[in-house]
């Protein structure tokens, strides 16, 4: 069975038809690239599978679960986390702290009562800071613990992000535009980090990346969105030299390089 199983997928916003019949299937440990120019509906599609929008038809599987329908909360709870084009932490948080809320929030808190506590027997906060103290490590982000998020340099915030995107032990991993905003020297760095993360949690990824480079040395297999349908999918390769794909790219003006 697929991990993640998209069947015609669809959604309209007033007359637009931002998503319309996606189909995507995934298995444990894969690693996917969606790409396409901007307004083409890649990020749409994560907070479809998220549960942030429910579409206007089709289906969404999750080891075998139907996940429409469902809070975004609860789909967390199912395994699947991601992180977002702009970053989005609780910048005035401590780091330490931004990773314990999630995991609070994951087992039903919100995050107030998450970071006070109330109710939580001191072994369970025990375990959830080190839970947290485990992934900042792991990241190298122990040694800035207690600083407040928003101060970290902008790769650390990133890796502090998918820290906590991965603190849950999801089986799958959205990650929406990560080295946005990178230099050369960055995103090298990023992709890296991707590949261990993919290693060594074994999670299954779909990767949003406007870098050409950056999704055709990570990505396999690649799947290009344009105007909220499919035009083409396969090996960077293949998609490179696709003319629905040079056509999509270079009628906006953008080389696939
Ligand atoms: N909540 C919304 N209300 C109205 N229109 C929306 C909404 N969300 C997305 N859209 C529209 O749907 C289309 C697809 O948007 P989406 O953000 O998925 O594109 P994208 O491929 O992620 O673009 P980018 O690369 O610029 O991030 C766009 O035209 C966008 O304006």
């Known amino acids: 069975m697929a991990l993640l199983e998209v069947r015609d997928l669809s959604i309209q916003f007033g007359g637009l038809k931002a998503l319309d019949g996606f189909t995507l299937s995934l298995d444990e440990g894969e690693m996917v690239g969606l790409i396409g120019p901007n307004g083409a509906g890649k990020t749409t599609v994560f907070n479809l599978i998220t549960g942030v929008y429910r579409p206007s038809r089709g289906e969404i599987r999750f080891r075998g679960r139907s996940l429409v329908g469902l809070r975004p909360n609860q789909i967390v709870r199912l395994g699947i986390a991601r992180t977002f084009q702009n970053i989005r ?4 948080l401590s780091v330490v702290d931004n ?7 994951q087992t039903g808190y919100g995050l107030l009562p998450a970071l006070v506590g109330g109710g939580r027997t001191a072994g369970e906060e025990a375990r959830v800071y080190w839970r947290a103290m485990e992934m900042l490590r792991l ?3 122990e040694e800035v613990a207690a600083e407040p998020a928003g101060s970290l340099p902008y790769g ?3 890796r502090l992000e998918m820290a906590r995107a991965l603190a849950s032990g999801p089986r799958l991993l959205l990650l929406d535009e990560p080295a ?3 230099n050369p020297t960055e995103a090298d760095r990023l992709m890296e980090l991707i590949r ?5 949690f074994g999670v299954a990824i779909v990767l949003i990346e406007h870098q050409m480079r950056v999704v055709m040395r990570l990505c396999p297999r690649i799947v290009v969105l344009d105007f909220g349908q499919v035009i083409a999918q396969g090996s960077p390769e ?3 030299q696709d003319p629905r794909v040079l056509e999509a790219y270079l009628g906006k003006g953008v080389a696939v390089t």
């Not at 261990?196 to 060594?200: G, L, S």
Request: proline share 0%; aromatic share 14%; glycine share 8%.
């Open 89 to 92: 932490l609780f910048k005035g």
């Open 99 to 105: 990773v314990r809320a999630a995991l609070f929030s």
């Open 139 to 141: 990241f190298e982000l």
């Open 156 to 158: 650390a915030q990133r």
């Open 180 to 182: 946005a905003g990178m």
């Open 196 to 200: 261990w993360v993919h290693r060594h």
């Open 238 to 240: 293949a998609v490179r």
